[in-house]
Structures are given as C-alpha cells and as structure tokens.
C-alpha cells in the first residue's frame, strides 16, 4: 500500500497562504471521496452496509454535506453533534447515537430524530423509556472485558475502559428492551484505537458475530446490525503503511460468511464509524514557521495555537 504523502506541496501551500493567512485548515475533497467510495467498495457484498462518520474527528458541516452526498450517516456522541447533523439533513436511520453519561436533553433530541440510539449502559433501558420512548430498532454497545490483543503488539484493555455492557447485560437489556415494545437491535462495540494493521475490524467482527449468534439464540432478539465502530488507524509516520480497506473489507466478510450465514443471520447489516480513517489524511493544518529555538532540544514556534490543532502540543511533536 502507498506511504503517507502529503496532498499539497510546498510551493502549493504558499501560493493559498499568499492569499488567505496561516493558519488554517485545508481539506482535499477529491481524496476524502475516493476513500469514501473505497470504503463503500470494500463493504459493497453486505446489503445494508453503512459507514457513519464520526462527526467528533471533524466536526465541521462542510465535511458532512461531501460524505452525505458519498452515502455516509453520522455518529453522533453530544446535543451539538445532533444539531448540526440535523442542520446538514441527516435524519433517522442517517445517524447513530453513541453516549455515556448521556444528558436528558441529548437522549430526547436522538429520539426526536428518529437516530439508531447505542445505549451504553443497562440502566439507561428505563432512563431511554423515561425520558424519551423506546424506539423499534435499539442498540446496545459490548464491551467483552479483559484485554483485547490482535497477536501483532497492538492490544488494548477493554476492561479499562467505562464503555459498554458485558454480556449479561447485553442478554439482560434486549430482554427488557423487547418487553418494552423494540423488536429489532443493534451491537456496538470499540476494543481498539488507531489499529495499523489490515486485522483489527476482523477479528472484532469475529468476536461481535459470535456473540450475535449466542445473544439471539438466548433471547430470541432480532439482530438488525453490526456496528464495527471506528479504531481503523491511518500512516501515522512518513514510513507507515497505510491500512488497506479493501482486505480490511474481506477480512469481515469471510467471518460474515463462517459464523452468520450459517446461523441463518446472512441479512444483518454492517456499520461502520470511523473517524481518523476517512479524514485524517485529507486535512492538514497550514501553519507560518515564526521562530526557532536551539537549547537541549529544538523548537519550531509556528503561527497556530492549541486552539488551532491540541494534539502536537500533547505528545511532543
Ligand atoms: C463511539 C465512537 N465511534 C467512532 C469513533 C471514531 O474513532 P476513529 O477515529 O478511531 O475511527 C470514536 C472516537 O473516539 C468513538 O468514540
């Protein structure tokens, strides 16, 4: 697969910062819809597939109206996030709701719009039916626990993390949810970040598929969808590869094909939430180099602040 590149030179960045003054943020539109369309290629053999971007990457209308017009819903996590997504037109089935510690206000306004609401906990089965209303189609997000390895030093610890039911809780919602009125449910679930690495959406599939079959075996609830959620890193270094959607793709749908198909569940859609996958590359923040700074390490003081991009500014760069 191709390394990182950037997508403008130099000479092409100075000639937009001639006119329009650093810093800012350039965004390349052509490559944010090839890759939305790979994405979209690499899912194409599940009927219901659907990548809903993470609107927290990159919050920023523009954005959403380009991967809209690719086919993509949002993943919406705050009031805010609902808002412009509604302002954009999404509606309904366009969104996914994936909180914690969610405020009244925020669960109401997913309900109004008809989004697939991923609960994240049990006891927000009687807070969603309090303060809302139970919808048809309800989502749970799974967290198995534990320690999470993919065997090639990229692990992660679920059971670290505040995210998500264990499976008891799982069995114990779909049931409450179904005598509540929901007919149809959904399964979440997030067990590792900025994976790089063609296997990370497999093997979550593997385990998320499996545990569909024994959820709906026990309780009898329709698995409507699958949302892989997001964790598909990007090059993060000059020297890094790129992840391949098209194998990350294949990988899913011989899991598909090993463990659902013969469970008589070949029609559940799968989701995706990805954020740094779909934007990371395409966007890039230009910046003035204003000074330098040479005592036991090197500085460059540039133009933009931590209002502008936090992260260098956190990990040392
Ligand atoms: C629920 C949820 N979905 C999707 C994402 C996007 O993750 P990524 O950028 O790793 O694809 C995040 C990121 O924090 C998230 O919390």
Redesign the pocket.
């Known amino acids: 697969m191709s390394q990182k590149k950037p997508f403008i030179t130099l000479a092409q960045a100075r000639a937009i910062a001639a006119e329009i003054p650093t810093p800012f943020h350039l965004y390349d539109e052509a490559g944010i819809r090839e890759n939305a369309r790979k994405v979209n290629a690499a899912f194409s053999w599940n009927k219901g597939f659907k990548e809903y971007f993470?609107v927290?990457?990159t919050p920023n209308p523009y954005i959403l109206k380009i991967l809209q017009e690719e086919g993509c819903g949002v993943?919406c996590?705050s009031y805010t996030e609902l808002l412009m997504s509604e302002a954009c037109g999404f509606t309904g089935s366009d969104i996914m709701f994936?909180s914690n510690e969610t405020p009244v206000q925020d669960m109401q306004k997913a309900y109004e719009l008809g989004a697939y609401i991923n609960l994240d906990d049990l006891t927000h089965v009687d807070f969603l039916k309090e303060v809302a209303g139970i919808p048809k189609t309800v989502c749970c997000r799974y967290n198995p626990g534990g320690v999470f390895e993919l065997g090639n030093g990229i692990m992660d610890n679920p059971g670290d993390a505040k995210y998500g039911m264990s499976e008891e809780q799982m069995a114990e919602a779909y049931t409450r949810l179904m005598a509540l009125g929901a007919e149809e449910f959904g399964i979440h679930s997030?067990l590792a970040?900025?994976t790089v690495t063609d296997d990370y959406y497999p093997k979550l599939a593997g385990i998320l598929f499996e545990l569909a079959v024994r959820l709906h075996k026990r309780t009898g609830a329709k698995i409507k969808f699958i949302n892989l959620?997001?964790?598909?890193?990007i090059a993060y270094r000059p020297d890094q590869r790129s992840n391949d959607i098209a194998a990350i793709g294949e990988g899913v749908r011989k899991k598909f094909e090993e463990i659902l198909v013969p469970a008589g569940m070949g029609d559940v859609a799968i989701f995706t939430?990805?954020?740094?996958?779909m934007l990371a590359p395409y966007g890039a923040l230009v910046t003035t180099a204003i000074h330098e700074k040479h005592i036991y390490k090197e500085y460059i003081g540039v133009d933009a602040c931590a209002a502008n991009l936090m992260r260098p500014a956190m990990y040392g760069s």
């Open positions: 993470a927290k990457a993943d996590s994936s997030f970040s900025n959620s997001g964790g598909v890193g939430e990805m954020g740094r996958f």
